[in-house]
């Protein structure tokens, strides 16, 4: 009985002893950076697809947050973390705004935006709670758009929503020139199957404020030469 007790209290012993050690291995498990992902509203509405904007009306013709997207240096990544932390729009009253303008929504049927807002929340967002509780999560999302603004940057760099063609290196060069990082080129196709700029991937540290070099890119290929469609 004595031994027992013993033997308990050395393991309690252990335990205490190393588990700060287990708390930062699991909490450094959850993932290793996220995707910053911005999408460019004329190549996600002339597809063959199409589009329908929001309720509140045509956003601007500006990039526009896809999301933020925690990832394993893999490539793979977790989803769908915590059925128990469910999208709250009431956590996020203050941002409503920011969010319409900077995350619109552009998916069919119209709505005011929040059914994309919950799906990125219950998608990605809840896989990252360990660092961001849901108000975090938007305001670090919104805060990354106001830092990069490629729009401007591509236009300073002679790259407009014209629709003309550019390389896809010119468009990294400029990003990397005006950011310091490397970004991700995602394609899509518009209805006449013209390849054309989609999606901009910039990674960003576990505490969703720091680009970084991106430790592994998502897969899929553009042609060298892509339309730049306006919106
Ligand atoms: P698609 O298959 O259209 O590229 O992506 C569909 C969805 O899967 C994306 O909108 C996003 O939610 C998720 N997804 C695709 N690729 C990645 C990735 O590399 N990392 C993460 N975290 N999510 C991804
Ligand atoms: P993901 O591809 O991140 O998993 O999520 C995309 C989901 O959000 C799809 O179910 C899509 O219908 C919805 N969604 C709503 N608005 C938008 C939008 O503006 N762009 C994209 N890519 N998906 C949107």
Same mark, same amino acid.
């Given at each position: %009985?004595?031994? %027992?007790?013993?033997?308990? +209290?050395?393991?309690?012993?252990?335990?205490?002893?190393?588990?700060?050690?287990?708390?930062? &291995?699991? =909490?450094? *498990?959850?993932?290793?950076?996220?995707? &910053?992902?911005?999408? $460019?509203?004329?190549?996600? /509405?002339?597809?063959?697809?199409?589009?329908?904007?929001?309720?509140?009306?045509?956003?601007?013709?500006?990039?526009?947050? @896809?999301?933020?997207?925690?990832?394993?240096?893999?490539?793979?990544?977790? =989803? #769908?973390?915590?059925?128990? !932390?469910?999208?709250?729009? !009431?956590?996020? #009253?203050?941002?409503?705004?920011?969010?319409?303008?900077? $995350?619109?929504?552009? !998916? /069919?049927?119209?709505?005011?935006? #929040?059914?994309?807002?919950?799906?990125? $929340?219950?998608? @990605?967002?809840?896989?990252?709670?360990?660092?961001?509780?849901? @108000? +975090?999560?938007?305001?670090?999302?919104?805060?990354?758009?106001?830092?990069?603004?490629?729009?401007?940057?591509?236009?300073? +760099?002679?790259?407009?929503?014209?629709?003309?063609?550019?390389?896809? !290196? =010119?468009?990294?060069?400029?990003?990397?020139?005006?950011?310091?990082?490397?970004? $991700?080129?995602?394609?899509?196709?518009?209805?006449?199957?013209?390849?054309?700029?989609? *999606?901009?991937? %910039? /990674?960003?540290?576990?505490? +969703?404020? #720091?680009?970084?070099? /991106?430790?592994? &890119?998502?897969?899929?290929?553009? =042609?060298? *030469?892509?339309?730049?469609?306006?919106?």
């Amino acid at each position: %009985m004595k031994t %027992m007790k013993i033997q308990l +209290a050395f393991s309690s012993f252990i335990f205490l002893l190393f588990s700060p050690f287990f708390a930062a &291995f699991s =909490s450094a *498990q959850d993932f290793d950076f996220f995707y &910053f992902v911005q999408q $460019w509203p004329g190549s996600y /509405c002339d597809t063959r697809k199409s589009c329908c904007y929001p309720t509140t009306g045509k956003p601007e013709a500006d990039f526009g947050i @896809h999301g933020l997207w925690p990832n394993y240096k893999s490539g793979a990544y977790p =989803s #769908n973390c915590d059925p128990d !932390s469910p999208y709250q729009s !009431s956590t996020i #009253n203050d941002l409503i705004e920011s969010l319409q303008r900077e $995350w619109p929504t552009l !998916s /069919c049927p119209s709505s005011d935006g #929040n059914p994309f807002w919950e799906h990125e $929340w219950e998608k @990605h967002g809840t896989c990252s709670e360990s660092v961001l509780d849901q @108000h +975090a999560y938007f305001k670090a999302t919104l805060d990354l758009k106001n830092k990069i603004n490629l729009l401007q940057i591509l236009n300073d +760099a002679g790259i407009k929503p014209d629709g003309g063609y550019y390389s896809v !290196s =010119s468009i990294k060069d400029a990003i990397n020139k005006a950011t310091g990082f490397t970004p $991700w080129i995602e394609c899509n196709v518009d209805e006449a199957r013209n390849r054309q700029l989609y *999606q901009v991937y %910039m /990674c960003v540290d576990t505490s +969703a404020t #720091n680009l970084i070099e /991106c430790p592994v &890119f998502p897969r899929g290929k553009c =042609s060298d *030469q892509i339309e730049f469609p306006p919106f």
